[in-house]
C-alpha cells in the first residue's frame, strides 16, 4: 500500500471521529485528535509509522493556511472600535501565561526531565521558553460552539471571542522569539552581539516578506478577470506556500510571513471578505481533518505517559497564569465586574495553532532532543483543554446571565 491509500484512511477516520465529536457535544478538532490517536502505530497496526516522514508538506501548508487567517482577524478598524479594554486584557492574558508557564516550567521541568548539570540550562531555557509561547494561544472555535448553541450574548461573550482572536498574535510573536532564542544556545556557537540581531531580523524580515507578498496578492487578486472560488484558492494558496518557501530560504519566520499576508488581504483588499469565506467554505475542513488527524497520529505513548505530569503541570500553570492576566487587563482598563470574574472561563479551549507550532519544532534537526516531549505534552494538554474549555465556557457565561 502507498501513502495515497493511507491519506484516504486518515481523511476517512478523522472524518467519523470529527462527525462524532460534534454529536456528543464535543469540538470537531478534539474527535479529529481522537482519530489520530486510534490510528497511532503504537496501538494498531493500521498505519506504518514511517508515514511521518512524508507529512511535513501538509504540515507547512496547513500552518501557512491557519495562520493567514489568523492575520485575517486583524482587521484595524475591529480593533480600533473595540477600544482599549480588548487590547489590555489580550495582552496581558496571553504575556502572563507565557511569563507562568516559562518561570514555572524552567523550575519544575528538572523534576521530571534527567539533564546532566553541563547541559541543564541549554536545554530548560528553550524547553521552558517553547511552553511559555505555547501558552498564549486560545483555540476559540470550542467556546463559540457553546455560544452558538445556547444562543449566549453579551459583554463578556464579546470579549472572550475578541481575545481569544486575537491572543494568537502574541502566541505567534512568543514562539518566533523562542525559536531564535533555542537555536542560538542549542547550535553550539559562541554568544555575540551578532546573535542579538538574529531574532530581530527573522521577526521584521518576515513581517517586510510578507507585507510584499501581500500587495502582490492583492494585486492580483483586484484585477484578476476570473473571480471564480476555485482562481481565488489556486492564487492564495500559490501565494502562500512561495512565502513559506522563501522565508525558509532567507531565514526569517515562516508564520510570521504568512501571517502577515493576511493582515494586508483583511486591510487593504476590496475583496477581503469574499477571500476569507471563500477559505472557510471549501478548504478549512479538509485541512483541518489531515492536520489534526496527523497530530495525534505523532504521539508518542512511552514520552507521554513518561511526561503526563508535565501536562498536567502545563495545564495549570496556563489556567493562572490567563486568569491573573485577565484581572490585571481588565482592572486596569476598568471592564465591568462581570469581565473580570467570567472571561477566563471562555479563554481555556487550546488547540489548532499551538499543535502546528509543537509540530513544526520536529522539523528542526536542532530541536530533536526537546521534540518528542513537546509535541507529546502539548496534544495531552490539548486533550484536557478541549474537554474541560466548554464545560468552563458554560459555566462562566450562565453566571454572567448570558445563558439564558
Given at each position: 500500500?502507498?501513502?495515497?491509500?493511507y491519506?484516504?484512511?486518515?481523511?476517512?477516520?478523522?472524518?467519523f471521529?470529527?462527525e462524532?465529536?460534534?454529536?456528543?457535544?464535543?469540538?470537531?478538532?478534539?474527535?479529529?485528535?481522537?482519530?489520530?490517536?486510534?490510528?497511532?502505530?503504537?496501538?494498531?497496526?493500521?498505519?506504518p509509522?514511517?508515514?511521518?516522514?512524508?507529512?511535513?508538506?501538509?504540515?507547512?501548508?496547513?500552518?501557512?493556511f491557519?495562520?493567514?487567517?489568523?492575520?485575517?482577524?486583524?482587521?484595524?478598524?475591529?480593533?480600533?472600535?473595540?477600544?482599549?479594554?480588548?487590547?489590555?486584557?489580550?495582552f496581558?492574558?496571553?504575556?502572563?501565561?507565557?511569563?507562568?508557564?516559562?518561570?514555572?516550567?524552567?523550575?519544575?521541568?528538572?523534576?521530571?526531565?534527567?539533564?546532566?548539570?553541563?547541559?541543564?540550562?541549554?536545554?530548560?531555557?528553550?524547553?521552558?521558553?517553547?511552553?511559555?509561547?505555547l501558552?498564549?494561544?486560545?483555540?476559540?472555535?470550542?467556546?463559540?460552539?457553546?455560544?452558538?448553541?445556547?444562543?449566549?450574548?453579551?459583554?463578556?461573550?464579546?470579549?472572550?471571542?475578541?481575545?481569544?482572536?486575537?491572543?494568537?498574535?502574541?502566541?505567534?510573536?512568543?514562539f518566533?522569539?523562542?525559536?531564535?532564542?533555542?537555536?542560538?544556545l542549542?547550535?553550539?556557537?559562541?554568544?555575540?552581539?551578532?546573535?542579538?540581531?538574529?531574532?530581530?531580523?527573522?521577526?521584521?524580515?518576515?513581517?517586510?516578506?510578507?507585507?510584499?507578498?501581500?500587495?502582490?496578492?492583492?494585486?492580483?487578486?483586484?484585477?484578476?478577470?476570473?473571480?471564480?472560488?476555485?482562481?481565488?484558492?489556486?492564487?492564495?494558496?500559490?501565494?502562500?506556500?512561495?512565502?513559506?518557501?522563501?522565508?525558509?530560504?532567507?531565514?526569517?519566520?515562516?508564520?510570521?510571513?504568512?501571517?502577515?499576508?493576511?493582515?494586508?488581504?483583511?486591510?487593504?483588499?476590496?475583496?477581503?471578505?469574499?477571500?476569507?469565506?471563500?477559505?472557510?467554505?471549501?478548504?478549512?475542513?479538509?485541512?483541518?481533518?489531515?492536520?489534526?488527524?496527523?497530530?495525534?497520529?505523532?504521539?508518542n505513548?512511552?514520552?507521554?505517559?513518561?511526561?503526563?505530569?508535565?501536562?498536567?503541570?502545563?495545564?495549570?500553570?496556563?489556567?493562572?497564569?490567563?486568569?491573573?492576566?485577565?484581572?490585571?487587563?481588565?482592572?486596569?482598563?476598568?471592564?465591568?465586574?462581570?469581565?473580570?470574574?467570567?472571561?477566563?472561563?471562555?479563554?481555556?479551549?487550546?488547540?489548532?495553532?499551538?499543535i502546528?507550532?509543537a509540530?513544526?519544532?520536529?522539523?528542526?534537526?536542532?530541536?530533536?532532543?526537546?521534540?518528542?516531549?513537546?509535541?507529546?505534552?502539548?496534544?495531552?494538554a490539548?486533550?484536557?483543554?478541549?474537554?474541560?474549555?466548554?464545560?468552563?465556557?458554560?459555566?462562566?457565561l450562565?453566571?454572567?446571565?448570558?445563558?439564558?
Open positions: 500500500m502507498d501513502i495515497i491509500f491519506s484516504g484512511i486518515i481523511l476517512f477516520v478523522g472524518f471521529f470529527g462524532l465529536a460534534e454529536q456528543i457535544k464535543l469540538p470537531k478538532v478534539t474527535g479529529y485528535i481522537i482519530a489520530g490517536v486510534m490510528l497511532n502505530p503504537e496501538l494498531f497496526n493500521i498505519i509509522a514511517d508515514i511521518t516522514e512524508h507529512t511535513n508538506l501538509i504540515t507547512n501548508i496547513s500552518l501557512s491557519i495562520t493567514f487567517s489568523v492575520g485575517g482577524t486583524l482587521l484595524y478598524s475591529k480593533i480600533k472600535s473595540m477600544g482599549k479594554a480588548i487590547s489590555l486584557i489580550t496581558f492574558e496571553a504575556e502572563t501565561a507565557f511569563l507562568f508557564v516559562f518561570l514555572g516550567l524552567f523550575f519544575l521541568a528538572p523534576l521530571f526531565i534527567p539533564t546532566s548539570v553541563e547541559s541543564n540550562l541549554l536545554i530548560l531555557i528553550p524547553l521552558a521558553l517553547f511552553f511559555g509561547a501558552a498564549s494561544p486560545t483555540d476559540p472555535s470550542a467556546t463559540l460552539a457553546v455560544m452558538h448553541e445556547y444562543k449566549a450574548k453579551g459583554k463578556v461573550s464579546s470579549t472572550i471571542m475578541a481575545v481569544a482572536a486575537f491572543d494568537d498574535i502574541f502566541g505567534l510573536l512568543n518566533s522569539l523562542a525559536m531564535s532564542v533555542a537555536h542560538i542549542l547550535s553550539g556557537n559562541d554568544f555575540s552581539f551578532g546573535s542579538i540581531l538574529i531574532p530581530l531580523y527573522e521577526i521584521f524580515g518576515a513581517f517586510a516578506l510578507g507585507a510584499i507578498m501581500g500587495l502582490i496578492l492583492n494585486f492580483i487578486s483586484i484585477r484578476i478577470k476570473k473571480e471564480s472560488a476555485g482562481n481565488l484558492i489556486v492564487l492564495i494558496f500559490g501565494v502562500l506556500l512561495t512565502t513559506f518557501g522563501l522565508a525558509k530560504f532567507i531565514g526569517v519566520d515562516e508564520l510570521l510571513s504568512t501571517m502577515t499576508i493576511g493582515i494586508m488581504v483583511v486591510n487593504f483588499n476590496i475583496y477581503q471578505e469574499r477571500i476569507f469565506d471563500i477559505l472557510s467554505e471549501n478548504t478549512e475542513e479538509l485541512i483541518f481533518v489531515l492536520f489534526f488527524t496527523l497530530s495525534g497520529f505523532q504521539l505513548f512511552t514520552v507521554l505517559f513518561d511526561y503526563l505530569p508535565l501536562a498536567g503541570i502545563f495545564v495549570l500553570l496556563r489556567f493562572a497564569g490567563k486568569y491573573t492576566g485577565t484581572r490585571i487587563g481588565s482592572k486596569i482598563s476598568k471592564s465591568p465586574e462581570k469581565v473580570k470574574k467570567y472571561v477566563i472561563g471562555g479563554l481555556i479551549p487550546q488547540g489548532g495553532i499551538v502546528g507550532l509540530l513544526l519544532i520536529k522539523q528542526n534537526p536542532e530541536f530533536s532532543s526537546l521534540a518528542d516531549i513537546i509535541i507529546s505534552v502539548i496534544i495531552g490539548t486533550i484536557i483543554h478541549e474537554l474541560l474549555g466548554p464545560v468552563f465556557a458554560k459555566i462562566s450562565k453566571k454572567a446571565g448570558e445563558i439564558k
